[in-house]
Nanobody
Framework: QVQLVESGGGFMQAGGSLRLSCAVS????????LAWFRQAPGKEREFVAA????????AYADSVKGRFTISRDNARNTMYMQMNSLKPEDTAVYYC????????????????????WGQGTQVTVSS
């Protein structure tokens, strides 16, 4: 029902910035609650940031708060994540995820709640 394609990953030195994009196809982009998760080698996939369908509610993992900013452009069917002050520990594959009718502030961080996933984009940060 929904297809998600991430882009914008790459290699960056610590302290630099990257902007990730997630293009969402399928019906009614504006009704989807969206999120970014990441997975480092040997670790479980973890929550990074989420934005609800209105764009008015956002949430962040403590590890990225103040450095990353999630946003969405309903006219372009795209979600973004601006990543500033990158650290080596931000190195991971970043995935975007989508779901409808999320109980946002109860479930935003639970990967089991999301039923659409992209293929991921690699972000590598060197020290």
């Amino acid at each position: 029902q929904v297809q998600l394609v991430e882009s914008g990953g790459g290699f960056m030195q610590a302290g630099g910035s990257l902007r990730l994009s997630c293009a969402v196809s399928g019906r009614s982009f504006s009704t989807w609650d969206l999120a970014w998760f990441r997975q480092a080698p040997g670790k479980e996939r973890e929550f990074v940031a989420a934005i609800d369908w209105t764009g008015g509610n956002v949430a962040y993992a403590d590890s990225v708060k103040g450095r990353f900013t999630i946003s969405r452009d309903n006219a372009r069917n795209t979600m973004y994540m601006q990543m500033n002050s990158l650290k080596p520990e931000d190195t991971a594959v970043y995935y975007c995820a989508a779901v409808r009718h999320l109980n946002f502030y109860r479930d935003y961080y639970k990967k089991s709640q999301y039923d659409g996933w992209g293929q991921g984009t690699q972000v590598t940060v060197s020290s």
